[in-house]
């Protein structure tokens, strides 16, 4: 995000499903990428997470992150967001992926986040939901049913050939299975910039601030050509 804003590039529509629907809710709330990063260093996990022993599928009910988006939002729906937002989750009875357009932010938000296992399912008018990557890591569809000409997309799992050699055998599964559902989306991708991301994730803050570093190193020796792609697109920048 800092590097598009420092070349100026113009981006009228964000999607993002996970912690990256956090992150795009925040960014199309019209808080740059500096202003994001600030907020994230404000408190810590409690501030986002609401643990209990005796919330349903999970150990973690959602609530608190939820709150927490519209209180820094607000209270701005989607659809009242300066920047178009689109939040991607799972329907969790066929793994199916829902595109949020309007609606209340934290909820969908909420809804996008919810890891199996960890963060309990959200029910939104009958329907149950999950974390959005599980049906859709990478999610280009939605950027072009909501309209997209240009899609930037933004690979950030780690490349199959950073998988230690001792890599338990469910986790080589998920893996393959996240690199069968993240091809294709790729392939409708105008741009993609995909980092070389550690291959195990941490909650840490030194991670994240670690990842961001990758992130945008990666993003500014791409960027030559994702400027070129935009001129040749008569795509682009303000």
């Given amino acids: 995000m800092r590097v598009l804003e420092e070349a100026g590039i113009e981006v009228d529509l964000v999607v993002g499903s996970s912690v990256g629907a956090l992150i795009g809710a925040f960014w199309g709330s019209g808080l740059t990428a500096t202003e994001i990063d600030e907020l994230s260093e404000q408190g810590g996990p409690l501030t986002l997470f609401d643990p209990t022993p005796f919330v349903d599928r999970g150990w973690v009910v ?28 799972t329907r969790r009875d066929d793994k199916t992926p829902r595109f949020f357009i309007n609606g209340n932010t934290g909820v969908a938000v909420r809804a996008s986040s919810a890891m199996p296992g960890i963060i309990s399912p959200v029910g939104i008018q009958g329907v149950e939901y999950e974390d959005g990557d599980v049906s859709l890591p990478l999610a280009v569809s939605a950027a072009r049913s909501a309209g997209a000409d240009f899609v930037i997309a933004v690979n950030v799992y780690p490349r199959p050939e950073s998988t230690p050699i001792d890599a338990s055998r469910r986790s080589l599964a ?58 040749s697109a008569g795509a682009g920048s303000r």
Avoid at 62 to 89: F, H, I, M, S, T
Avoid at 190 to 209: E, L
């Fill in 174 to 231: 998920e893996g393959a299975r996240r690199q069968r559902q993240i091809a294709p989306e790729a392939a409708k991708a105008d741009f993609v910039i995909h980092p070389d991301t550690p291959y195990k994730a941490s909650p840490r803050r030194k991670f994240f601030t670690a990842a961001r570093e990758i992130g945008e190193q990666e993003a500014r020796a791409r960027l030559s050509a994702l400027t070129a792609a935009l001129a």
């Fill in 62 to 89: 959602g609530r608190k992150l939820q709150n927490y988006v519209n209180a820094e939002l607000n209270g701005k729906r989607l659809e009242e967001l300066p920047r178009r937002v689109v939040v991607v989750a």
